[in-house]
């Protein structure tokens, strides 16, 4: 909170410009440390009980190939488009920023549509949260994953909400540039959900 | 669930119990209305966004919550004082241990450091506020309802019973199956997310808002031991986060995570448990150690022996605190060489512990000692926290903690280490910073007479419970029979704990006492401290510091008076500041998440989504805010200044 949250660092990308946005990023970014941790324990939880099937289906008699991988493509895309953004965004182009966030935001909302499809077929199959440690574990690692995409979703919205309202500026810049972190982590820890619960599921 | 279940009945304590909350609740509405204070404490507490006032609300909290947790104590040794005895029965005995042990850490420890953390950082570094002092506020306010959600319990549908630790599968549905660990799942929760945020808030704060010259081998070692506290909140709190998820979804939708059937297993909620629980009380003691290592600088009227050492020892007992957590159960079946390992990394931690007492001996050493309350706090610190330490060790043996495991030998080991380390310490810096809080010193007097009381209480209450623990006294026990030869220790136990007691009742007096009497602090600087909080006014107005101080050397503010005979502030080099506005918009989003939680524990899931759905409805609010701050003119610093100085 000093004079200089209102000086400008021309020389930065515009997200970097104030001392205010600065500290934001690196706040986030100790977050998304804290967000490492976080899916680490759900990740250690599954691991302990992903063979402890109890009378239910075990990892191999359930998972859904094509849906997964269908997932994982949208969402991966997804992460690229989102770079994309941030590379309109540097170039000082709204109108490309937006675009790309949109198509990024229809593909996440792809994979939240097909990951809500493989879990409701689960459930008809009659694997729930209920039925096993497994399937516990199962639902809330893979939910809380889906649980972040949706808010990512939503806080989207409202950031080109922002932007369309208030156009490209040192604040708006600072928001895009922070969601585009946490889309890119989600990206991350998809790709430890997919090796280490689909592919580990589908070959033990 | 029938209204006759939603109130706790039945009990004559718990009618008290009722008629005092009501009272009280009439009470602060009468006085608030009667003294026309409601917009006073809307506009300048619940509203704030200054550290320095975040800090104080902290304390307040935190002492309320010893009484509370106190009071507990002191019914505990009320049973235990003779054998047979009928003051509690099993159950309430087991839901005071329960509520004792969760609000002494999370709910008095805790908020206690944190607030001291809140007041003193800032200042410190010469900084005007935190980082993010709006989310600041909310991780305050977070705090405050996650504890006020924990204490209803006991009036409203029955407090947890299985322990601070809520080991599975007693605490599952099947053996608790009311609504108490429904309240100690979604309140811990609450208040460990305001927690985490707080760990992050000081990590940016004290990296990026240092003043032009403090290195980090230059920062006062208070601020260090925050810095290294806020890495372990940060990488501890998620996995309580997840821990308590997991029972939530155990006990509410009824998941298999830690039951008896369908694979669950309920060893993994110890373990997550203490992969949390053991990073959390170095959590509370790194700060002690920073508390003490600036008064026994300042009373030893010399520079901290060591510096180096000392961050680095701290360093390693962070380090050391993630790679012990099997030693809380060694006795459960992990196997040989599993404890073997764990007995030797936790050993380890007395090497980086012992480095540091000895620096704070060394620091003595040849040092002009003056006695004061916070002084005496500090050296008694030393003695009985080694007792701790080294009991620490003994239990550390894998094969020796067989015998002492939930004994009384081991309530009486993190008694000496939490007492004697982090309440010494919060006494101490409560003394210590007391003026720069509130503009008035603590009386020396009654502060030295509560020393004693306490510090004697504390070593006549738990000294014996060494040797109960060895007669075979075990934890958690609400009875025992006559003929064991546990009567005369237990009497002794509790005359202690009576002592204790009385203690606290002189320091709250004091509290009233010097707001009324107390010496005026004029100077700003009544230890001739050495560090830069003291270079401000006491207490300081609130933007800190008119220009921001420049550092050359360690102890920062001592170097300042010997080279310029103190902070020299030049009215010509005076700039507009700029300082964050107040929100009310943490109270509400925190009320919000009180009535989710307080929808989830007792399953009305519909009250529970319209919480979530305020919660969002404020962090879209919070995004689409407009609103940079406001400055404080030049002439209106000068003229603070001038009215704040004129006594110095
Ligand atoms: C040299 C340092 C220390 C060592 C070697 C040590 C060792 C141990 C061991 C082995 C246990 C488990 C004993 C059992 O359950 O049978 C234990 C329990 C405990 N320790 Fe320490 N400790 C040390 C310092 C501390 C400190 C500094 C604190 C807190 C500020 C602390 C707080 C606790 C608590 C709260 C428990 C028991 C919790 C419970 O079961 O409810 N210890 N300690
Ligand atoms: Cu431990």
Known sequence: MGEAVHRYDETMPLEYRTEENRLNILGFWIFLGAEVVLFATLFATYLVLFQRTGSGPTAQELFQVKDVLIETLLLLTSSF????????????????????????????????????????????????MQTSAFLSSFFVLVGTHGAHVSLGIGWM???????????????????????????????????????????????? | ??????????????????????????????????????????????TTVDHKKIGVMYIICAVL??????????????????????????????????????????????????GLMNIVVPLQIGARDVAFPYLNALSFWLFFFGAMLFNISFVIGGSPDAGWTAYFPLAGNEFSPGVGNNYYAVSLQISGIGTLMTGINFLVTILKMRAPGMTLMRMPMFTWTILITCVLIVFAFPVLTVALALMTFDRLFDTQFFTMANGGMSMLWANLFWIWGHPEVYIVILPAFGIFSEIVSTF??????????????????????????????FTMGAGPEVNSVFSITTMAVA??????????????????????????????????????????????????????????????????????????????????????????????????????????????????????????????MYTYSDGLGWTPLNVVATVGAVLMGIGFIVLCYNIYYSARYGERDMTGDPWNGRTLEWATASPPVHYNFP???????????????????????????????????????????SVAFFVAGFGLVFKWFALAIAGALFIVLGLILRSFENDDGYHIGVDEIKRTERAARKGA
């Open chain 1, 81 to 128: 488009t989102c770079g994309l953004a941030i590379f309109e965004m540097r170039r000082g182009r709204l109108a490309g920023l937006l675009a790309w966030l949109l198509v990024t935001l229809l593909l996440g909302i792809g994979f939240i549509t097909f990951e809500v499809r493989e879990f409701i077929h689960y459930v008809h199959e009659g694997a729930t």
């Open chain 2, 351 to 476: 090497i980086p512990t012992g480095v540091k007492i000895f620096n704070w001996l060394f620091t003595l050493r040849k040092g002009k000692i003056r006695f004061t309350t916070a002084m005496l706090w500090s050296l008694a610190f030393i003695p009985n926290f080694v007792i701790g330490g080294v009991t620490g060790v003994m239990l550390a043996m894998a094969a020796a903690d067989y015998q002492y495991h939930n004994s009384y030998f081991l309530i009486a080991h993190f008694h000496y280490v939490l007492i004697a380390g982090v309440v010494f310490a919060c006494f101490a810096g409560l003394h210590y910073w007391y003026p720069k809080m509130f503009g008035h010193m603590l009386n020396e007097r009654l502060g030295k007479w509560t020393f004693w009381l306490f510090m004697i209480g504390f070593n006549v209450c738990f000294f014996p419970m060494y040797f109960l623990g060895l007669m075979g006294m075990t934890r958690r």
């Open chain 1, 157 to 204: 919205i409202f950031i080109i909400i922002q932007l369309l309202q208030r156009g490209l500026t040192v604040k708006t810049a600072r928001k895009v540039f922070i969601v585009s972190l946490y889309w890119h982590f989600l990206d991350v820890v998809w790709i430890f959900i997919f090796t280490l619960v689909y592919l580990l599921g589908m070959v033990v």
């Open chain 2, 547 to 589: 220009v921001t101080p420049i550092v050359d050397d360690l102890d920062a503010y001592w170097v300042m008076k010997k080279k310029q005979g103190g902070f020299q502030v030049k009215e010509e080099e005076l700039k507009p500041i700029h300082m964050p506005s107040n929100s009310g918009r943490p109270f509400w989003i």
């Open chain 2, 65 to 114: 919550m010893l009484f509370r947790g106190g009071v507990d104590a002191l019914l505990m040794r009320a049973q235990l004082t003779a054998p047979n005895m009928n003051f509690l029965d099993a159950q309430h005995y087991n839901e005071i241990f329960t509520t004792h042990g969760t609000i002494m850490i999370l709910f008095m420890a805790m908020p206690f450091i944190i």
């Open chain 2, 300 to 329: 030893a009227q010399k520079r901290l022996f060591g510096y180096k050492a000392m961050v680095y020892s701290i360093v390693g007992i962070a380090f050391l605190s993630f790679i012990v957590w099997v030693h809380h159960f």
């Open chain 2, 1 to 46: 669930m029938k209204w006759s279940e939603f109130f706790v009945t039945g009990e004559p304590l718990i009618y008290a119990a009722d008629v005092a909350i009501v009272l009280t609740m009439v009470g602060i509405v009468f006085v608030l209305t009667y003294f026309k204070k409601w917009k006073w404490i809307w506009n300048e507490w619940l």
